[in-house]
């Protein structure tokens, strides 16, 4: 159950493409059965606020959506980039809930189901589920299709929502559907200013030279990529602990980008080693604000779930976003076979 339930932030992530989304949704569903199931509920909380973070790795990935936007990049490519790193992390942190759970004396297996009644019930799952399944098909398919570019998948995904959800599921309600208008136009709004200052911001960086001051100042320190890129690691680490993802993309992007060029990593390869940095980021305090949103919707404190978050941070995480950096080819593949990305 807690492999399914990090599979759940992987899909919820690909419907949703925030963290945010995947952790209030999934926690607020599979906490309670996890906890019937005998996981102590801040091992529950652990588990569901590490693998939200598969919201931004698996696309469409908002976070990789600001980066494109700010670093002038196929919305397309940097899609892609984070695939094979999200399947990994998804891996990874199944194999650490595995040897997590041996530990738990608590834990108890449901009762088997005959084959035949599994069949059934994946069946009737499936069934359920199917309209708002395709909602990632219609929106990646139409993408990389060629048939429609991202704003407009963007839109017919709207409408669709829209129509599966009064028509389909009938739980849609006008007042609902006001009030989500208002909140993502209130969203939108936010995002828009943030950009249009970001925007400033890099002119700023560029009039000034501060990328180029900061290539410099590291440079000195060492001209060995390897060690460069570490470095790096750890600022995108550091930002991601001290602020949201969306505000840690829009103000690395622009500034360490020229860095990157600089020593020969592709702008869509580091598309892929922000969003596993910010990603780790985002659970790790002093800020994880989704650590914290899991445990407010969980019911535990941060001194009980955070040595188990910690497990899936170095084991899970960790292993993956060296992976990404230091072998391109984690993140390049898809983007050069789908998109032809030199």
């Not at 670093?71 to 199944?94: D, R, Y």
């Not at 599994?118 to 909602?135: E, H, P, V």
């Not at 790790?284 to 001194?303: E, F, K, N, V």
Request: proline letters at 6%; a positive charge; hydrophobic letters at 55%.
């Amino acid at each position: 159950m807690g492999a399914a339930t990090i599979v759940a932030c992987a899909i919820f992530g690909a419907i949703s493409g925030t963290c945010s989304s995947a952790v209030a949704c999934i926690g607020g569903i599979m906490i309670p059965r996890l906890e019937k199931l005998g996981y102590p509920r801040y091992d529950s909380v652990a588990l569901v606020g590490c693998a939200s973070v598969l919201g931004q790795l698996i696309p469409p990935s908002v976070p990789m959506i600001l980066y494109a936007w700010v670093t002038q990049q196929s919305v397309a490519a940097c899609f892609l980039a984070t695939v094979i790193p999200g399947i990994l992390t998804t891996f990874l942190m199944c194999v650490v809930n595995w040897f997590e759970v041996k530990k738990i004396e608590t834990v108890r297996v449901e009762p088997q189901v005959p084959f035949t009644q599994k069949i059934q019930l994946i069946g009737r799952a499936t069934k359920r589920g199917i309209w708002s399944l395709l909602m990632p098909v219609i929106i990646l398919g139409g993408i990389y299709g060629g048939i429609t570019t991202p704003t407009e998948s963007a839109a017919i995904a709207v409408f669709y929502g829209i129509l599966v959800g009064f028509l389909v599921h009938r739980e849609l309600t006008p007042k609902v559907l006001g009030r989500a208008l208002v909140d993502s136009s209130t969203t939108t709004g936010v995002c828009v200013l943030m950009l249009f200052f970001v925007s400033i911001l890099a002119k700023v960086y560029t009039m000034q030279r501060i990328p180029q001051q900061l290539a410099d100042f590291m440079m000195t320190i060492s001209e060995n990529k390897m060690v460069l890129l570490l470095l790096v690691n750890v600022f995108l680490l550091i930002i991601g602990m001290l602020m949201d993802d969306f505000s840690g993309t829009m103000l690395s992007a622009p500034l360490l980008l020229p860095l990157m060029v600089a020593i020969g990593v592709h702008p869509v390869h580091f598309a892929a080693i922000m969003g596993t940095n910010l990603g780790l980021g985002n659970v790790t305090p002093p800020c994880a604000p989704i650590l914290y949103l899991a445990g407010r919707i969980g019911g535990a404190s941060i001194d009980e779930y955070f040595k188990p978050a910690l497990k899936f941070m170095i084991f899970a995480q960790v292993p993956v976003i060296l992976l990404t950096t230091y072998i391109p080819g984690l993140s390049m593949w898809l983007p050069r076979l789908v998109m032809g990305v030199q």
